[in-house]
């Protein structure tokens, strides 16, 4: 006899379909056979192969065990890492506090563990979502460099996730973040207008004072927290989103991130004092979201305050 408590992830299938997917010797005339017999039920009632199964529901099989062998699942998400410090989470998001060092997508390199792997096999586990009973695939909203630590915005559905691409690309969702840069800021708070052109190749960008070909238009707001003689703690708002705006436009007007080794003074070295610890959702209109609207989330334990605190930037 089996028993089986049906997961949110694996909801809304058939019965005969669910268990010719579980059960990898279960012969289909069989299972029909037994359904018929009232062998196999659902919530100890009769059950029909074409009856949807909901969560919560408990399927019960009365067969003998050597049909009842289930078939062995490997996923790649599964070699994935544990370790998710999660800010806050309801039914369509998650708010991740990335650490330094993993990577939000898989690269060539490093394919297994990486931020948008250890979402999925978290959810797998908790039985909220399954590669064999979903047409979505859990996904990030926006990305942090691999050496960037903080907030990144992960989605359980697709409509969350349409909702949350549409609010970032509107701007409709701030996010602040603190840096450490080189030099005291000569204004206590400002906001910085440039231009950012991207060479593809290189993965890099520069920054000019005027438009140039091929470039856009970029605007960064910052206001100082704490000074140093040599160094300046940011909290910087990004009022346009480009690839290493922040890294690039402070070193344009000649205050680099400590650790930047791609725009900075450390070359070769790329631990940038770069964190992106708060976020704001400010809606417009109303959406699936609108209960998150106005609320503002934050990462504790930020790392990088405490080393600027112990001058380990200096």
């Known amino acids: 006899m089996k028993s089986i408590t049906i997961t949110a992830g694996d909801a809304g299938q058939r ?8 059960f990898d010797k279960m012969p289909k005339s069989l299972m029909f056979k037994e359904i018929r017999k009232k062998n196999i039920k659902v919530n100890k009632k009769r059950c029909a192969p074409e009856q949807i199964l909901n969560q919560g529901d408990v399927l019960e099989l009365y067969l003998k065990d050597d049909v009842l062998h289930e078939k062995t699942k490997y996923y790649d998400f599964l070699k994935a890492g544990t370790k998710l410090d ?5 039914e369509n998001i998650v708010l991740i506090n990335k650490e330094i060092g993993v990577l939000c997508h898989p690269d060539g390199r490093d394919y ?3 931020l948008v792997a250890r979402l999925k096999r978290y959810l797998y586990e908790k039985g909220e979502w399954s590669p064999d009973s979903s047409s979505f695939t859990p996904s990030l909203a926006n990305r942090l460099d691999r050496n960037t630590g903080g907030i990144v915005i992960a989605a359980k559905n697709s409509a969350s996730l349409k909702t949350l691409n549409t609010k970032l690309k509107s701007r409709e969702i701030d996010k602040y973040y603190l840096a450490v840069v080189h030099g005291k800021m000569p204004q206590p708070g400002e906001t910085l207008t440039a231009y950012l052109t991207k060479d593809e ?15 856009k238009k970029i605007i960064t707001r910052y206001s100082v927290l704490d000074y140093y003689p040599d160094a300046s703690l940011l909290e910087i708002k990004l009022l346009t989103g480009r690839t290493h705006q922040i890294r690039a436009h402070l070193a344009h007007v000649g205050h680099p991130l400590f650790g930047d080794g791609k725009y900075g003074e450390n070359k070769g070295r790329y631990r ?8 704001i959702f400010d809606f417009s209109d109303e ?17 990088l305050l405490t080393d600027y605190k112990e001058r380990k930037f200096i």
């Open 15 to 22: 019965v005969d379909r669910y268990i010719l997917k579980t």
């Open 86 to 90: 999660i800010i806050y989470e309801d």
């Open 112 to 114: 297994t563990d990486n």
């Open 201 to 215: 190749r290189k993965n890099k960008v520069s920054v000019s004072e005027q438009e140039q070909p091929g470039s």
């Open 272 to 279: 940038q004092a770069l964190y992106s610890y708060k976020l």
């Open 287 to 303: 959406n699936n979201l609108s209960y998150l609207d106005k609320k503002e989330f934050q990462a504790k334990n930020i790392k």
